[in-house]
């Protein structure tokens, strides 16, 4: 069974940095387009960046040079370094999967539950 | 870039039938996503290419796409329906691909 799990949010300063993780099980994550989607309070769902099966490496032009995707094969994870917190980058993150066979011009067919970031003083 | 409009809201009486649209220039040259969102959940992909359905999801959710409209329809609408919908697209016309998300809209089962 295919499942995303994510972690590390919390509560960070503005200028401030916070790792989130995406702990995939029933599928290899190198194997798929996976990405990072954010959904501020109350408002529409946002794509943050997207790393390919390849390792390619794309973001939104929002979060671009203060966000990093990465993944670790070994431990099945992916993960978004964030820097340089915004107010505006206060949302929950959700990690999401795209199907295998895909490469690119698809859809996203497991999300994980989310993980909350709120950036304040 | 790429952008998708949606109406903010939709209303519609149970059993009657509710069409969301996604206006994009040329978007029937793309391939478009439909998700379902409940409060406090993840989304839920409830139309992909366009038309076709995950399994699980009813036949009443169908879609297409033509011109520059994309359309969810929703038949025999349930009050169980009502939720958020967004239309998704990939826009690899730059040099810097990604994903594309309508605004969202609310559907309101009356």
């Known amino acids: 069974e295919v499942q995303l799990v994510e972690s590390g949010g919390g509560l960070v300063q503005p200028g401030g940095s916070l790792r989130l993780s995406c702990a995939a099980s029933g599928f290899t994550v190198s194997s798929n387009y996976m990405s990072w989607v954010r959904q501020a309070p109350g408002k529409g769902l946002e794509w943050v960046s997207v790393?390919?099966?390849?390792?390619?490496?794309y973001y939104a032009d929002s979060v671009k040079g203060r966000f990093t995707i990465s993944r670790d094969n070994s431990k099945n994870t992916l993960y978004l370094q964030m820097n340089s917190l915004r107010a505006e980058d206060t949302a929950v993150y959700y990690c999401?999967?795209?199907?295998?066979?895909?490469?690119?011009?698809?859809?996203?067919?497991?999300w994980g539950q989310g993980t909350l970031v709120t950036v304040s003083s | 870039s790429y952008v998708l409009t949606q109406p903010p809201s939709v209303s519609v009486a149970p059993g009657k039938t509710a069409r969301i649209t996604c206006g994009g220039n040329n978007i029937g040259s793309k391939s478009v996503h439909w998700y379902q969102q409940k409060p406090g959940q993840a989304p839920v992909l409830v139309i992909y290419?366009?038309?076709d359905r995950p399994s699980g999801i009813p036949e009443r959710f169908s879609g297409s796409n033509s011109g520059n409209t994309a359309t969810l329809t929703i038949s025999r609408v349930e009050a169980g329906d009502e939720a958020d919908y967004y239309c998704q697209v990939w826009d690899s016309s730059s040099d810097h691909p990604g994903v594309v998300f309508g605004g969202g809209t609310k559907l309101t089962v009356l």
């Open positions: 790393i390919y099966s390849g390792g390619s490496t």
């Open positions: 999401a999967r795209e199907p295998a066979y895909c490469g690119g011009d698809c859809y996203f067919d497991y």
């Open positions: 290419y366009d038309s």
